[in-house]
Structures are given as structure tokens and as C-alpha cells.
């Protein structure tokens, strides 16, 4: 993840340490701050090029750790897939304030969206506040997350396969199944219903029955 455009931001040699790309250095004692001597107010933005295509669904940020101006109450978070398109809003988020204080300040602040496939994120700040209101901005850090993988399935159990071992054990086993990490078995009798008798990491198990008894 690359810092790729900003609208402003403090230089340590001109101003106070305030660069945009602090929000990337894991480090939550440093912060960036919007260039407070000039006339350019809300919104200022930061810009990013994660790198690859990802299925995205959360950006989140943290405000700064040291002092309150600049704290972000509400922001949006722009998306695209590719350098060239358009800039596309996946929503804005207000964050809990009273009196224009943010609160939970130690905390990451979440923007959560319905997953989207992007590289590049835009993050407008629209509100800000501090010792004065919507003149300038700052935030320690900011993480991006991925929608989690998804699973398939593993293929139906066959070949099931049942002996008895003594009048009171039945031994079952089945072909194994590539990518399956436990097998759960159930049993019931003429009369009742299934249920859980054995899990097992391998493909086979051994049953305990009572006499007298029909299992299935």
C-alpha cells in the first residue's frame, strides 16, 4: 500500500511533522495534518493505490494520538478499480461527537461498506474539528480490509461402509474427501432422530450402539 495523492499536509522542516504518508509508517504516536497556513479548508483528502484489486469492504482510521485539531466527525470513502476511471462514493460516515469533541478517541473508526472490487481508495475528509471547526484536518493511521475468503464446500461423503466390530461397537468407514478437516457422524435409531454420535479427523469411526436396537 503506497501513499499516492493528498490535498495537503504539514512538512517537519516548514511547519510541524504532519506528512501525509505517516498514515502508513504503523507508528501511532506520529500523524498527518492538513497544511493549517493556507486558505484550503474542508475537504482535504488522502489518496492510496493498494497495490492489487481487492474486494473491499472496510476502511478504517485512526485519530491522532497526540492533541485534538484536526479530529475527523465525518468523511467519505471513494473507490476505483483502475488509474483511469472515475472516482465512485461508497458512502459517507459520521463518527460519535458531542459539542464538535469526538469521542473514543483511542479507537479506530470504522468505515464499513457492501463489498466493492478496488485498487485505489480516496479518503474525503467533509468535517473536522479541534480549537477551531472544518479548518483543518489529521489522522494517525489507516487500514484497509478485504472481504474474507470463502470456503468451498467439500464433496459428499461415499462408499460409506459398515461392519461390527462386537454386539456393542459398529465400526463405519467412507472414502476420505480432499480439503475435508473433520467428519461429523450421526445415528439414529427406528424411533428417533439424528444425532451427533462422533467427530473424527480421519475416515473412520467407531460406533457405540445398544442391543436390541435398529441404527441408520
Keep these: 500500500i503506497k501513499l499516492i495523492g493528498y490535498s495537503s499536509e504539514c512538512l517537519t522542516e516548514k511547519i510541524e511533522p504532519g506528512e501525509a504518508v505517516n498514515t502508513l509508517d504503523y507508528d501511532e504516536s506520529t500523524h498527518w495534518h492538513s497544511n493549517y497556513n493556507t486558505d484550503l479548508y474542508m475537504p482535504q483528502y488522502l489518496e492510496y493505490d493498494l497495490g492489487a484489486l481487492y474486494t473491499l469492504t472496510d476502511v478504517t482510521f485512526l485519530p491522532r494520538q497526540q492533541g485534538t485539531n484536526g479530529d475527523i466527525t465525518r468523511a467519505e470513502v471513494l473507490v476505483k478499480a483502475n488509474a483511469d476511471d472515475e472516482w465512485t462514493s461508497v458512502g459517507e460516515f459520521t463518527f460519535a461527537n458531542e459539542d464538535w469533541l ?29 480549537t477551531q471547526v472544518d479548518k483543518f484536518a489529521s489522522m494517525a493511521e489507516i487500514r484497509f480490509y478485504q472481504a474474507a475468503a470463502r470456503k468451498e464446500a467439500p464433496a459428499k461423503v461415499e462408499n460409506v461402509k459398515l461392519t461390527q466390530k462386537d454386539y456393542k461397537t459398529i465400526n463405519v468407514k467412507w472414502d476420505a474427501v480432499e480439503g475435508a478437516e473433520a467428519y461429523e457422524v450421526y445415528s439414529k435409531t427406528a424411533e428417533g432422530s439424528y444425532k451427533l454420535t462422533a467427530t473424527v479427523d480421519t475416515n ?5 450402539v445398544k442391543t436390541g436396537k435398529k441404527y441408520s
Excluded at 104 to 111: C, E, G, L, P, S
Excluded at 204 to 208: D, E, G, L, M, R
Design 204 to 208: 473412520a469411526a467407531k460406533i457405540t
Design 102 to 130: 469526538l469521542l473514543n478517541r483511542n479507537t479506530f473508526k470504522r468505515m464499513g461498506f457492501a463489498p466493492v472490487s478496488a485498487r485505489y481508495v480516496r479518503v474525503n475528509v467533509l468535517n473536522a474539528t479541534g
